[in-house]
C-alpha cells in the first residue's frame, strides 16, 4: 500500500531551527511536495522536489533522497507565524496527491 | 500565480438539505479538478477527480450519489452534497490543474466549512 509518515507534533523556539522528517512507499514517484496549513485554511504551497538534493528557498529549505525515500522539510530563523501544520505529498504514478497526515508545529516565544 | 476561488466560504444548513459548493480556476483553464474534504485534525482526504466534460473518478468509501460533481466548464466545476447530515460537516478544499502548466501544479481553493445542523 501507500505510506506517507510523518510526526505529529513538533515544538521549537522562535529564532531556532527545526527540522521535519517524511518517509514514503508510494506506487511511483512523480515528486515530493510539502505545503503549510494555518487552522481554517487551505494548504499554502511551499516547495517541490523530484530530484535528489537540497532546494533552498528563503527560510524554508526541502531535502530529498528518492533512494531512501526520504525527506525533510527545514524550517531557520522560526517565527511565531510559522505555527502551522506542515504537510508533505507524494505524486505517484497516476499524477495524484498521497497526503501525509501533517505535523503540527508550535512555536514558543 | 494561478488563482482558484470557492464559494461559499462558509455554509451552515440544516440535516437533509443540499449544498453546492463550486470551485472556479480564475486566470487558468483547468482539465482536472480534485475535491478534498478534511476534518479536524486529520490529513486531506482526496474524494474524487473532475474532469472537464466527462464523469467524475471517485475514491474508494466517497458515494457519488451522495457527492455530486460537474465539471461543466474548463474553469468551473461544482460539489454537491445532497440530503446532507451531520456527519458531512467537514471543510472542502478544491484543487485545479493548469492545462498549460506543469503536470505536478496543482494549485488550492481557499476551501468551504460545511456544518450541517
Known amino acids: 500500500g501507500q505510506n506517507i509518515d510523518q510526526p505529529t507534533e513538533m515544538t521549537a523556539t522562535e529564532g531556532a531551527i527545526v527540522q521535519i522528517n517524511c518517509t514514503y512507499q508510494?506506487?511511483?514517484?512523480?515528486?515530493l511536495f510539502w505545503y503549510q496549513q494555518h487552522a481554517g485554511e487551505a494548504p499554502t504551497f511551499l516547495s517541490y522536489?523530484?530530484l535528489d538534493g537540497l532546494e533552498e528557498k528563503g527560510r524554508f529549505s526541502s531535502f530529498l533522497s528518492r533512494s531512501k525515500g526520504y525527506s525533510y522539510l527545514l524550517l531557520k530563523e522560526l517565527q511565531m507565524k510559522d505555527s502551522a501544520s506542515y504537510l508533505c505529498?507524494?505524486?505517484?504514478?497516476?499524477?495524484?496527491?498521497?497526503w501525509g497526515a501533517g505535523t503540527k508545529l508550535i512555536i514558543k516565544p | 500565480g494561478a488563482v482558484v476561488s470557492q464559494h461559499p466560504s462558509r455554509v451552515i444548513c440544516k440535516s437533509g438539505t443540499s449544498v453546492k459548493i463550486e470551485c472556479r480556476s480564475l486566470?487558468?483553464?483547468?482539465?482536472?479538478m480534485f475535491w478534498y474534504r478534511q476534518f479536524p485534525k486529520q490529513s486531506l482526504m482526496l474524494m474524487a477527480t473532475?474532469?472537464?466534460?466527462?464523469?467524475?473518478?471517485?475514491e474508494q468509501g466517497v458515494e457519488k450519489d451522495k457527492f455530486l460533481i460537474n465539471h461543466a466548464s474548463l474553469t468551473l466545476s461544482t460539489l454537491t452534497v445532497t440530503s446532507a447530515h451531520p456527519e458531512d460537516s467537514s471543510f472542502y478544499i478544491c484543487?485545479?490543474?493548469?492545462?498549460?502548466?506543469?503536470?505536478?501544479?496543482?494549485?488550492f481553493g481557499p476551501g468551504t466549512r460545511l456544518t450541517v445542523l
Open positions: 484543487s485545479a490543474r493548469d492545462l498549460g502548466g506543469q503536470v505536478n501544479e496543482q494549485f
Open positions: 486566470d487558468f483553464q483547468a482539465t482536472t
Open positions: 473532475s474532469n472537464e466534460g466527462s464523469k467524475a473518478t471517485y
Open positions: 508510494t506506487s511511483g514517484f512523480n515528486g
Open positions: 522536489n523530484v
Open positions: 505529498a507524494v505524486m505517484d504514478s497516476n499524477y495524484q496527491l498521497i
